[in-house]
């Protein structure tokens, strides 16, 4: 089946350090994301790749970083310069439009928590 | 900047009953989706719309797009618990960067 793997489910940070969250697809997507969400809020875009070896920054992106070295891979680092990561990351990949339909998929989430 | 509002933020509604729910949008886009999210889980795509006056349709779950208003609209007809989540709109500004609406929180209650 096609679909997006995120890892680790739950991952705990203790201050100061930097952790990497990952994010594989196997829908064979040119677009990958990473979102954000804060207990009842909403989702808010830290890094987006519409291709290899290309990302741009979204709203929050301080305090993160990313890379595309693979087409279904899309890992994000949450360094020790973002003062507070606790929430929940989703990962999400979608087709370019007018390739098949610009559905966006996501995947299951990282609950991230800082100690 | 691409500003995406939804209304109501919270919803409680009684079983059998309708409502819409509302997402405006501050600048031109012909792409609209809304998704699902239960409590603690990734968000469900329900609908995607593509062009002004599109409508889709899933069991008791409505969705239209107006481009010109900037407004699209989740119609809920004769709610059951199940309907009970969050629900998002997400507004494309182009070349795949979207952007989510707070999230309405819909309970239906019996």
């Not at chain 2, 999210?37 to 008791?60: T, Y």
Request: hydrophobic share 30%.
């Amino acid at each position: 089946d096609g679909g997006i793997t995120q890892s680790p489910k739950y991952l705990f940070r203790k201050e100061g350090q930097n952790v990497t969250l990952s994010c594989e697809q196997n829908l064979n997507h040119d677009a990958m994301y990473w979102y954000r969400q804060d207990p009842g809020q909403g989702l808010r875009l830290i890094y987006y790749s519409q291709i290899v070896n290309d990302f741009q920054k979204g709203d929050i992106a301080e305090g993160y970083s990313v890379s595309r070295e693979k087409k279904e891979s899309f890992p994000l680092t949450v360094t020790s310069a973002q003062k507070n990561p606790t929430a929940f990351y989703l990962c999400a990949s979608s087709q370019i439009p007018g390739q098949g339909g610009p559905l966006m998929i996501f995947g299951p989430g990282t609950r991230l928590t800082v100690l | 900047e691409l500003k995406v509002e939804q209304n109501p933020l919270f919803l409680s509604m009684q079983e059998g009953k309708n409502y819409t729910i509302y997402c405006n949008y501050s600048t031109t886009s012909d792409r609209l989706y809304w998704y699902r999210q239960d409590p603690g889980k990734s968000l469900e795509s329900l609908f995607v719309l593509l062009s002004n006056g599109a409508v889709k349709q899933e069991g008791r779950l409505m969705a239209s797009l107006d481009t010109k208003a900037r407004l699209s609209t989740l119609h809920i007809t004769a709610a059951v618990h199940d309907l009970s989540a969050t629900y998002f709109c997400a507004v494309d500004k182009g070349n795949n960067d979207m952007r989510f609406g707070a999230g309405t929180r819909l309970t239906v209650k019996p």
